[in-house]
C-alpha cells in the first residue's frame, strides 16, 4: 500500500477511536451501581475473550507466540498493559463519580502531551507555535495551581498515563491486536484474583443479576476493544503529534456530556484552566492547519 493510503487509514482510524471514547460515559454511567474495580476486572476478562475471538478469526496465532518468544517484548508489554490498566481503572472511577470535566480535561491536556513527548523521543521537529501551545497549557495549570491551590491530579493522571502508553506502543514493533491481546492477558490474573476474593457485593454474582446489567459488563469486552484497536492502528501510520490533532473529539464530546447531560458544576478553577488548554489546541489547530502542506521547520 502507498504511504498516503497508509496515511488516510490512520486518519480514519484515529477519528473511530476518538468518537467511540468520546461516548464511552454513556455506556459506564450505566454501571454506576457497580464499583469501578468490579468493572475494571470485567473490562479485562471480557476483552480478552474477545481479541481472543478476533484473533482466532484472523488466524494471527503464529503473531502472537512470536511476541512470546521475545523477552524485550514482554517486558515493555507488561510495562504498557500496567499504564494501560491504571487508566482504564481512573477512568471508570472518574466518570462513575461525577468528575467526568476532569477526565475531559484529561484527555484535553493529552494531545499536547503527545506533541511534546514526540519531540523529546522521536524526533519530531515542533514550529514555534506549537512550542507556544505547549506553554500555554502548562501556564493554564500553573495558574490554577497558584490562583486556588488545586493541581487537577485526576486529569494529568489520565493524560500522563495514555500519553507514555502511546508513545511506548509506537516504538514497539508489535502489531495492535496481537499486542492488545498480550497486554489484557497480563494483567488477567490480577483481574481473575480480585474478582474471587474481593468482598462480595450486590452485582458481583452473575448467576443472580438481571440479564441487563450482565450484559453491560460483558459488553465492556467490546467498549474496551474497538477504540484501543482504532488507536493502535493509527499510532502505527500516521506521526505522534497528529494523532494528538484527532484527540480534541473525545473530550469534547466528554464535556458536553458531563455540563449539558450530567450537569458537572464548570467551576472557576476549571474555567481558567480549560480556557488555557483550549487557546493552546486553537493555536496547535491553527499551525498544524497552515503548514499541513510544509515541511515542519524548526
Known amino acids: 500500500m502507498t504511504a498516503d493510503h497508509e496515511q488516510k487509514k490512520g486518519h480514519i482510524l484515529a477519528i473511530m477511536a476518538f468518537l467511540m471514547w468520546g461516548i464511552a460515559p454513556i455506556y459506564f454511567k450505566q454501571l454506576t451501581q457497580v464499583d469501578a474495580l468490579e468493572i475494571l476486572a470485567h473490562r479485562i476478562i471480557w476483552s480478552v475473550l474477545f481479541i481472543a475471538v478476533i484473533i482466532l478469526l484472523r488466524k494471527q496465532w ?11 517484548k514482554m517486558a515493555m508489554l507488561t510495562l504498557t498493559a500496567a499504564l494501560l490498566g491504571f487508566n482504564w481503572g481512573l477512568f471508570i472511577w472518574a466518570v462513575n463519580n461525577n468528575y467526568m470535566l476532569d477526565a475531559s480535561l484529561g484527555y484535553y491536556i493529552n494531545p499536547l502531551l503527545n506533541v511534546l513527548l514526540g519531540m523529546l523521543f522521536l524526533a519530531e521537529k ?3 507555535p ?7 497549557a502548562i501556564l493554564g495549570v500553573l495558574l490554577q495551581l497558584v490562583s486556588f491551590g488545586s493541581f487537577p491530579v485526576i486529569a494529568f493522571s489520565l493524560a500522563c498515563s495514555f500519553a507514555v502508553y502511546g508513545l511506548l506502543r509506537k516504538k514497539l514493533a ?9 497486554e489484557a492477558l497480563i ?15 450486590a452485582t458481583s454474582d452473575m448467576l443472580i443479576n438481571d440479564w441487563y446489567l450482565n450484559v453491560l459488563l460483558v459488553s465492556a469486552g467490546v467498549v474496551t476493544t474497538l477504540p484501543l484497536l482504532c488507536f493502535t492502528g493509527a499510532a502505527k501510520r500516521i506521526p505522534y503529534s497528529t494523532l494528538g490533532f484527532f484527540q480534541y473529539i473525545g ?7 458531563a455540563v449539558v ?15 488555557f488548554i483550549w487557546t493552546a489546541l486553537a493555536l496547535f489547530s491553527w499551525d498544524s492547519f497552515r503548514n499541513k502542506t510544509k515541511p515542519l521547520a524548526n
Open 62 to 72: 503464529d503473531k502472537v507466540k512470536v511476541i512470546i518468544t521475545s523477552p524485550k
Open 126 to 128: 515542533l514550529r514555534k
Open 130 to 136: 506549537q512550542r507556544i501551545a505547549v506553554g500555554l
Open 174 to 182: 508489535v502489531e495492535s491486536l496481537p499486542g492488545l491481546l498480550l
Open 187 to 201: 494483567l488477567l490474573p490480577v483481574a481473575i484474583a480480585y474478582w474471587f476474593w474481593m468482598e462480595p457485593t
Open 251 to 257: 473530550p469534547s464530546l466528554m464535556f458536553v456530556l
Open 261 to 275: 447531560v450530567y450537569g458537572e458544576a464548570f467551576s472557576a478553577e476549571r474555567v481558567v484552566t480549560f480556557a
